[in-house]
Every structure is written in structure tokens, then in C-alpha cells.
Nanobody, 123 residues
Framework: VQLQASGGGLVQAGGSLRLSCAAS????????MGWFRQAPGKEREFVAS????????YYAGSVKGRFTISRDNAKNTGYLAMNSLKSEDTAVYYC?????????????????WGQGTQVTVSS
């Protein structure tokens, strides 16, 4: 499956953004999806995951309660709604997909990756 992330931008601290991840090439509904991020000088880290049917979600502790992952299989698109953004949320955000729900919770797990979208939070 091919993935394309979009929706990043510059936002003030406390603001909100919604990222999108458009899928093509294969049946998106067969895949679990995850979001990851990589800040300058840091390793890529897990942010959130969602099962193929949207029933199960899982979040990194640093974003739990502020970010919401969702998906619309009819539109072949996944989303990451980000609220109460902090300067430490500044990073390139990547969406990823895999048949395994466990794999999309691990940086080296997913078989498919999108190209990344920059999120910058100004304090």
C-alpha cells in the first residue's frame, strides 16, 4: 500500500492540527495504521496506532489525551487530530501501515511508510 501524509504546518502552542494519510494501491481496510514522528536530532518514535477496523487504538504517553487517531476506510484515509500542541511536538510526522497491529506500534515494524509532513509548534 502507498501512503501520503499531509496536513502539517506551523501552529502556535495550544493550537490544533489534523494530519491525513491517504492510501492507495491495496485495500486500506486490511491494514493497521500508525503515526510516528521524528524531531531534529532525535530518533523516530511511535505516536499512535489504530487497528484495521478502528476498534482498537493505542497512544504514546506523551500524546495521550491530546491526540486522536482515526480512519475512514471508505475514503482510504487515516487521520491524526492533534490538540493542545506543545513545542516538543515539533517534528516530521509519518504515517505507516502493516497487516499487523503490533507492527505499527514499533519503529521498525511497518512494511509501508508515507513520506512525512512537517509540524512546527511555536511557543
Amino acid at each position: 500500500v502507498q501512503l501520503q501524509a499531509s496536513g502539517g504546518g506551523l501552529v502556535q502552542a495550544g493550537g490544533s492540527l489534523r494530519l491525513s494519510c491517504a492510501a492507495s494501491g491495496r485495500t486500506f481496510s486490511s491494514y493497521a495504521m500508525g503515526w510516528f514522528r521524528q524531531a531534529p536530532g532525535k530518533e523516530r518514535e511511535f505516536v499512535a496506532s489504530i487497528s484495521w477496523n478502528g476498534v482498537s487504538t493505542y497512544y504514546a504517553g506523551s500524546v495521550k489525551g491530546r491526540f486522536t487517531i482515526s480512519r475512514d476506510n471508505a475514503k482510504n484515509t487515516g487521520y491524526l487530530a492533534m490538540n493542545s500542541l506543545k513545542s516538543e511536538d515539533t517534528a516530521v510526522y509519518y504515517c505507516a501501515a502493516d497487516f499487523s497491529y503490533v507492527a505499527v506500534q514499533r519503529v521498525r515494524g511497518p512494511s509501508s511508510w508515507g513520506q512525512g509532513t512537517q509540524v512546527t509548534v511555536s511557543s
